[in-house]
Nanobody, 124 residues
Framework: QAQLVESGGGLVQTGGSLRLSCVVSGRDFPLYAMGWFRQAPGKEREFVAGIDWTGRDTYYPDSIRGRFTISRDNAKNTVYLQMSSLKPEDTAVYSC?????????????????WGQGTQVTVSS
């Protein structure tokens, strides 16, 4: 079972930037795709970014593309989410996720394990 620990959340003004980190253990990290999700109060969990196991392919929904960047450092078992041009509607708990199976794609990995999340609050 993978363990995932996020960090880097906080309070930022509209237009600001944050970088989230997620350290993964209990898993052969380089062989797995990774993803970031978010959940705002009263809303469903939303997939915001994915990266395949090679690190060469990424996926973002239209609402995110151009503002967020997902990346990975296999030497550190860490996946990052660089967020810029933040808006109040980006306020949510952000969690990283790992799939059950190896060699997943950026968009369609079977995410099955999540970290506890880190709060991101964007003030207007």
């Amino acid at each position: 079972q993978a363990q995932l620990v996020e960090s880097g959340g906080g309070l930022v003004q509209t237009g600001g930037s944050l970088r989230l980190s997620c350290v993964v253990s209990g898993r052969d990290f380089p062989l797995y795709a990774m993803g970031w999700f978010r959940q705002a109060p009263g809303k469903e969990r939303e997939f915001v970014a994915g990266i395949d196991w090679t690190g060469r392919d990424t996926y973002y929904p239209d609402s995110i593309r151009g503002r967020f960047t997902i990346s990975r450092d296999n030497a550190k078992n860490t996946v990052y989410l660089q967020m810029s041009s933040l808006k109040p509607e980006d306020t949510a708990v952000y969690s990283c996720a790992a799939p059950q199976r190896k060699f997943g794609t950026a968009r369609y990995a079977d995410f099955s394990s999540w970290g506890q999340g880190t709060q991101v609050t964007v003030s207007s």
